[in-house]
């Protein structure tokens, strides 16, 4: 049998194109009864996982699976353990990583359970390092003992690090650290049977997040971007057993950066959030701070330009208006005929009119021209990326000179944070309305509302 397939994928090989070829001698030398791989084939496999040309990477991972699929199961642990210990030492998001990960995410089903609980002793989630190896693992791949610990280690992590980011302030440049035990509480959530309990320390984590996200802040640093939009994914997953006042920031935040120019994958997680809505019935009390904001933010989705995020967009609000029972929403959102059109040509799948050679040339030229400053902004990173490593080891580190800052950004930046600090205080207080405020909260705020006179007076003074 092994001979067979072994034939069957050198003959295809030989019809397809060039860069497969680099595939063909991974084929050759297989027997009826391999028990271990060479370390030359490993290291054959290993390149041409390693290319840029995503075809033969993927078809080098197939072979790599074959190989786990009818060799022995310590051969399956033995590469999963390997390419485990390659994807920690990926550091950053390149292609590498991503070919890496998807193969660990299609080995870890061929495992055994006691292999799997290997693979999470040598890698165990409750250490930061290793939380790149289980961000590419899907859990439902793993047995109930394997998926139980990585799901604790991963939610008691992400507490740690929230509590950590707490007591230190919640600085910024600690945003970063909070945002890798995202990523892995994000794999977490995905698994649609998790234990309640894990699903409550969820929750009771972005709910703490949700409350120190400033929407103008947002606006100003890339590395909240990030956490709205690992928050937002999350939320998403969790949105029925999400309190109403969550919800409310979130689309407050989700409203500030959909105004303003920003990435299209948090314009993308912000679709699987409002998508997510309509899951749930918002209760009365809280649908005037929730429903015009909801319907607002689909409107100004289903207008964008891209065709890409118009796409995502029609899909993501035929989802939402075929499980809501806020069907006012509905009729809100389509207050453009334009994009009611739209709407309804694709809820009734209509045949967009077939285009015109001209206007398809065209278009193809412009498809190209994107294709074309994408590639040469990916070659030139490459480059600034080989050339950095030389010259820092060449030459000295210059003093960096330092970075003046006008008035008015010093005075935003203040009043961000303070507004930021007064929002979350209001936060905690609503949210322990059946608990008095500790005594001293009084005279402290006075004491700041006197501050804040002593401030307006002196600028009007001056």
Not at 2 to 30: A, E, G, M, Q
Not at 83 to 90: G, N, P, T
Not at 119 to 146: I, K, M, Q, T, Y
Request: net charge negative.
């Amino acid at each position: 049998m092994r001979v067979i397939l072994s034939l069957s994928f050198s003959l295809f090989l030989l019809n397809i194109t060039k860069p497969y070829l680099l595939c063909l001698p991974l084929f050759l030398p297989f027997t009826p009864s391999p028990s271990l791989l060479s370390l030359h084939q490993e290291r054959c496999l290993l390149d041409t996982v390693l290319q840029a040309d995503t075809q033969t990477a993927l078809l080098a991972t197939d072979v790599w699976c074959f190989t786990a699929r009818y060799g022995t199961a310590e051969l399956c642990l033995h590469h999963v353990l390997l390419v485990a210990q390659l994807v920690k030492a990926y550091t950053t998001e390149c292609y590498q990583a991503v070919h890496l990960g998807l193969l660990l995410k299609r080995m870890v089903f061929l495992m055994t359970p006691n292999h799997q609980m290997e693979l999470v002793e040598r890698f165990p989630p409750s250490e930061v390092g290793n939380l790149p190896v289980w961000r590419h693992v899907l859990l439902r791949a793993l047995s109930r003992d394997a998926r139980h610990r990585v799901e604790t280690d991963v939610i008691g992590l992400s507490q740690n690090a929230l509590t950590d980011w707490q007591n230190g302030g919640y600085k910024l440049g600690e945003v970063d650290q909070v945002n890798t035990v995202l990523l892995s509480l994000l794999a977490v959530v995905r698994v649609q049977s998790s234990p309640e309990e894990h699903c409550v320390s969820a929750v009771r984590i972005i709910t703490q997040l949700w409350s120190r996200m400033s929407p103008d802040q947002v606006q100003t640093h890339p590395v909240l971007q990030c956490t709205l939009q690992l928050l937002l994914s999350i939320s998403a997953m969790l949105v029925k057993n999400t309190e109403p006042q969550v919800i409310c920031q979130a689309l407050l935040c989700v409203d500030t950066v959909v105004s303003q120019t920003c990435a299209d994958q948090l314009l993308l997680a912000a679709l699987e959030f409002l998508s997510s809505l309509g899951k749930i019935f918002v209760p009365a009390d809280s649908q005037n701070q929730i429903l015009p904001k909801l319907s607002r933010l689909f409107g100004l989705l289903l207008a964008d330009g891209s065709w890409l995020l118009h796409q995502h967009a029609l899909e993501a609000f035929s989802h939402f208006a075929e499980i809501t029972n806020h069907e006012e929403v509905i009729s809100h959102s389509l207050c453009v005929e334009d994009t009611k059109a739209k709407v309804v040509n694709y809820l009734s799948k209509s045949v967009n009119a077939r285009e015109d050679v001209a206007s398809r040339l065209q278009r193809l030229k412009m498809e190209t021209e994107v294709i074309e400053q994408h590639n040469e902004r990916l070659e030139n990173n490459k480059g600034n990326a080989s050339d950095k490593p030389a010259a820092e080891a060449s030459e000295p580190c210059p003093k960096r000179a330092r970075q003046e800052s006008s008035a008015e950004e010093e005075y935003s930046r203040h009043i961000q944070t303070a507004e930021s600090a007064l929002k979350a205080l209001q936060a905690l207080t609503e949210s322990n309305a059946s608990a008095p405020p500790p005594q001293w909260l009084e005279p402290r705020l006075q004491e700041l509302q006197t501050l804040i006179t002593h401030i307006s007076t002196d600028r009007h003074t001056t």
